[in-house]
């Protein structure tokens, strides 16, 4: 059987009422698709991708068979199709809504050896087309709301969906493919550049791979080596630094809503939540503050 692009599997059957099916490409991921959908009664025909399946059903429950086992999976589940295994999928009982995504074989190949300090091209394999794991399920959620919101406008966004959706995928791969996480060593060095780069262009809409790229390690491998290093991810470093310029401007007066962009936020609702997030109080009650 041919393998198929998840946006050919949707025209297999037309959605009825009620049903939803919306496809999008990760910004950073080289066109990685990611689906969010509710399916009542839309049922797959056998099919196969020459990508991974990996996603979670946040409601309701939905049945597959895969290398001929039916399997089941509901809320706090996570799900995984090895590339060119042949599966279906259908709602049971009043249907389901999951978050999908299709990762190519090569970015699997990128994590895991960073995880495991591989030099080759080692394929990872799900030997589980199901299992129940919340903690992986909700990062999973996380990874894919992040991204599907850089998709709207607020592409700045973009940099925390990269960095959730390796992490998760990550989690995935210790937990479920039998990988074992090697130690990373110090990387006192890449890791201030990472940082001087980040303080230096703070306002522009950065990401992860552009960072790793600049500094030499592979996307993942900073993560690691960021938050060893800092304790805290790129990405939280990131809206650290945005947090602290944005300070810095509200005290001449600068309105909140010019300081969100010109700090690198995507609008004043994104500083204003990191704001309060990190110094208990709305931009506006600091700026007040210091104008009395």
């Not at 993942?220 to 304790?231: M, W």
Request: net charge negative.
């Amino acid at each position: 059987m041919d393998s198929v692009r998840q946006s050919e599997t949707l025209g297999i059957q037309p959605l009825q009422t009620g049903e939803r099916a919306e496809l999008f490409l990760a910004r950073h991921f080289d066109s990685l698709e990611c689906l969010s959908a509710t399916f009542a009664k839309h049922a797959y025909a056998p099919h196969a991708h020459d990508t991974y399946v990996v996603g979670t059903i946040e409601t309701g429950c939905e049945a597959w068979t895969v290398r001929g086992e039916r399997h089941y999976g509901g809320h706090g589940d996570v799900t995984f199709i090895n590339p060119l295994e042949v599966h279906d999928g259908e709602p049971i009982g009043e249907g389901y809504s999951y978050r999908m995504t299709y990762p190519a074989v090569a970015l699997m190949q990128e994590i895991a050896s960073s995880l495991a300090g591989w030099n080759g091209g080692q394929t990872p394999f799900f030997p589980k087309a199901c299992v129940h794991d919340p903690e992986g399920a909700a990062l999973l959620s996380r990874a894919h709301r992040a991204m599907e919101a850089g998709q709207d406008g607020a592409g700045r966004e973009a940099f925390g969906g990269e960095e959730l959706l390796l992490r998760a995928y990550a989690h995935c791969l210790v937990r479920h493919a039998g990988l074992a996480a090697c130690s990373i060593g110090r990387e006192a060095g890449p890791v201030a550049r990472a940082c001087e780069l980040m303080e230096a262009r703070h306002d522009e809409d950065l990401s992860l791979a552009q960072i790793a790229g600049s500094v030499g390690l592979p996307r993942h491998h900073l993560i690691r080596a960021f938050r060893q290093e800092t304790g805290l991810t790129p990405h939280a470093f990131l809206i650290d630094i945005r947090v602290r310029r944005a300070r810095d401007r509200l005290r001449l007066g600068e309105a909140p809503g010019d300081v969100a962009a010109a700090t690198g936020f995507c609008d004043q609702a994104h500083l204003t939540r990191a704001f309060k997030a990190r110094l208990g109080v709305t931009p506006g009650a600091f700026r007040a503050a210091h104008l009395s």
